[in-house]
């Protein structure tokens, strides 16, 4: 069933827009899974392995400002421990992987590490505290914003930053009002096209 995604965002499809110099973006965890890990296509879709790394390379030919947030450091590394999981076993869990098999654990941590570096020489980290304060707001967040929890604490990094523009295929960013979303997601490309929301530069 398709998502009925109401957009409220600024929607901008990555696969016709040229990054410029000026361009500030916060990359989510989604993007930097495909640009630098190098077994992504396994678990994803060809457009996410092609479109997202291709548009970041052009980012940074144009020296656009690229930024990402230390709590993409979890949701990377989990993903890669998923797909390398995958990878060695389909019918091992998740628990037995890490820790009965030491040798595959290494191969992991060796390809969090290497994805993270790369993540680190090419973007500035936009830090965020996680306090009571910052909790507070991501809760008040989710009563009116059809988002994760993980998004709610990047969209705070992103207001902390005052970053505006966020690449991801993550189709529930473009229910936030007040940013614009660069994406290859069909879906929320559709639907940006259809409310009127789709941003051609």
């Known amino acids: 069933m398709a998502v009925n995604y109401t957009v409220q965002a600024e929607v901008v499809d990555i696969r016709s827009d040229s990054p410029q110099k000026d361009d500030i973006f916060l990359v989510d965890t989604n993007v930097w899974y495909w640009y630098t890990y190098t077994s992504a296509s396994v678990s994803s879709r060809r457009y996410q392995t092609h479109e997202y790394p291709s548009y970041l390379a052009k980012a940074i030919s144009v020296d656009s400002s690229l930024l990402y947030c230390g709590l993409s450091l979890a949701e990377l590394a989990h993903n890669i421990e998923q797909t390398e999981r995958k990878i060695f076993d389909t019918d091992i869990k998740t628990k ?38 910052k909790t507070n707001t991501a809760l008040i967040r989710f009563q009116t914003q059809l988002l994760d929890g993980y998004d709610l604490l990047i969209l705070e990094a992103m207001d902390k930053a005052g970053v505006k523009q966020i690449i991801t295929d993550d189709g529930d960013y473009v229910t936030v009002s007040g940013i614009r979303v660069f994406t290859a997601n069909g879906g929320a490309i559709s639907a940006a096209r259809n409310q009127g929301k789709l941003l051609i530069r």
């Open 96 to 133: 037995e992987y890490r820790h009965n098999y030491p040798r595959e654990r290494m191969k992991v941590v060796a390809e969090v590490e290497t994805a993270w570096e790369q993540v680190k020489s090419i973007a500035a980290c936009t830090e965020i505290l996680i306090d009571e304060t």
